[in-house]
């Protein structure tokens, strides 16, 4: 019967070479690290820890896929490392610990039985950052071990540096060089765009709106009785819009008329009579001038009669929010109801940003492009820019202008709402890049 040959430790050892040069990430890396070598040199337990700007970690646990955060062995491994001067592969000698890396070896000890640990410094670019320790219980490492392990560790520290960078007293002139000419690249681009002028442009909110609306107010105080036309109803010059409640009114017109017909009668009276004195004369002198006030009365009672039914001045269609809001209810004369507009007659109106109010002639270009069809964009000029704030429909403080069609658009309804996009003065494409970000940081430098 043959034996079976034992393995030969340097084939074992290219082996592994290959299979740390192989990996795809530094995780790959760590789990070939901590459970590979194994094959090569017996241990029970492996645990790599990594150094970070002077932190130390568990990176990871031999036999376990990812390391536990939070396990009570962390703090003992981590004071170890800590305690022990690992330049170079070496068995840690537990007596010439520190205090606290003393109490962690006791509680490894007594979770373990015996125990003797190696410790392998692996320096990617020279620099110490990872620390692997082997544990064996109940037997301990001996100078040929520690030298396998010592060959071993170049191979680990080349398959590291595949993944993590030099530090900055590693780079290269070459790659200096190249960190300079980018930084002159950004700094000429910077310059560059600040001699390249580019006309400001300003995003805002608009909707259209009636160009010249006819507004139906209230000619008289008083309570309205209903609102007869709907909302978008067309109307025609003449047509009846919304009438008052008319007892009230009626009534005083009634009184006003019994009262010219009881003054006439009077004065009639006192004409015909005998005027026998000069107090007879004065009465007389009093009752015309009662009359005529009265007769002022009547001619005003009329006037508020003849107004107790609103009707269309224009033709157009009726913009109202709701008719029924409108029944019952108390007005004053002025009081706007509703509007009658023409819907082929409409403009813009634009809430600019307070933060955006920039120097805007009032021929500026203006591109309107609407929520109900952005796909097409259309023309207008600014011809108002209002000098006060004030919120808009959403409460955010902002300063109305308004814009004209440069022709009629087709498909643009009152109502719809989308953006402006104001064209203004020429300014440097820099300043156009960074006017937002400077106004949000200005107030904090002084």
């Known amino acids: 019967m043959s034996r079976k040959s034992k393995p030969n430790p340097l084939q074992i050892l290219h082996r592994l070479s290959l299979e740390f040069s192989a990996s795809k990430d530094v995780q790959e890396v760590v789990f070939r690290v901590l459970n590979s070598p194994v094959a ?21 646990v031999s036999g376990q896929v990812e390391s536990e955060k939070y396990s009570e062995l962390n703090r ?40 003797d640990m190696a410790a392998v410094p692996i320096s990617p670019w020279g620099k110490p950052r990872f620390v692997l320790l082997l544990e064996r219980w109940a037997e301990e490492w001996t100078d040929n071990d520690l030298a396998i392990l010592k060959t071993l560790a170049h191979s680990m520290r080349s398959a590291f540096e595949r993944f993590i960078r030099r530090g900055k007293r590693d780079i290269c002139f070459e790659c200096l060089f190249r960190k300079r000419f980018a930084l002159a ?18 995003v805002a909110p608009c909707e259209v709106v009636p160009a010249e609306p006819y507004l139906v107010t209230a000619p008289l105080d008083g309570v309205l ?47 015909y009579g005998a005027i ?41 269609l009726v913009v109202l929010d709701s008719p029924d809001a409108w029944r019952g209810k108390p007005v004053s004369v002025g009081e706007k109801v509703l509007m009658v507009v023409d819907p082929e007659n409409t403009k813009i109106r634009i809430w600019l940003p307070e933060k955006d109010r920039v120097d805007f002639s009032t021929d500026s270009e203006v591109d309107i492009v609407l929520n109900a069809n952005p796909d097409n964009n259309h023309t207008a000029k600014l011809n108002y820019v209002a000098v006060h704030v ?16 440069t022709r009629t658009p087709q498909g643009v309804y009152l109502g719809m709402q989308g953006s402006a996009i104001i064209h203004g003065p020429d300014s440097s ?18």
């Open 225 to 271: 009785e209903e609102v007869v036309v709907e909302p978008s109803q067309h109307v025609d010059k003449g047509d009846l819009l919304l009438r008052y409640d008319k007892r009230g009114v009626l009534e005083e017109l009634e009184v006003a008329k019994r009262q010219v017909k009881m003054l006439q009668s009077s004065l009639s009276q006192s004409t």
């Open 429 to 446: 494409l820099l300043y156009y890049l960074l006017r937002k970000p400077l106004s949000k940081i200005r107030p904090y430098l002084g």
């Open 76 to 115: 003992p491994w981590i004071n170890i490392v800590r305690s022990a001067d690992v330049s170079t592969p070496l068995r840690i000698d537990s007596q010439k610990l520190k205090k606290n890396g003393a109490q962690g070896w006791k509680k490894l000890e007594q979770l373990s039985g015996k125990l």
């Open 276 to 316: 026998a004195s000069e107090e007879d004369r004065a009465e007389l002198k009093i009752l015309k001038y009662k009359l005529e006030q009265e007769k002022i009365r009547l001619e005003l009672a009329k006037f508020r009669a003849s107004q107790l039914d609103v009707r269309a001045n224009a033709e157009g």
């Open 185 to 202: 690249a950004v700094i000429a681009a910077f310059i560059a765009l600040a001699f390249v002028r580019v006309p400001l442009r300003i």
């Open 40 to 60: 090569l040199i017996p241990y029970h337990r492996a645990v790599l820890l990594e150094c970070r700007n002077g932190r130390w970690k568990v990176r990871g």
């Open 390 to 405: 004030t919120p808009d429909s959403k409460g955010v403080p902002s300063i109305p202008a308004e814009a004209v069609w």
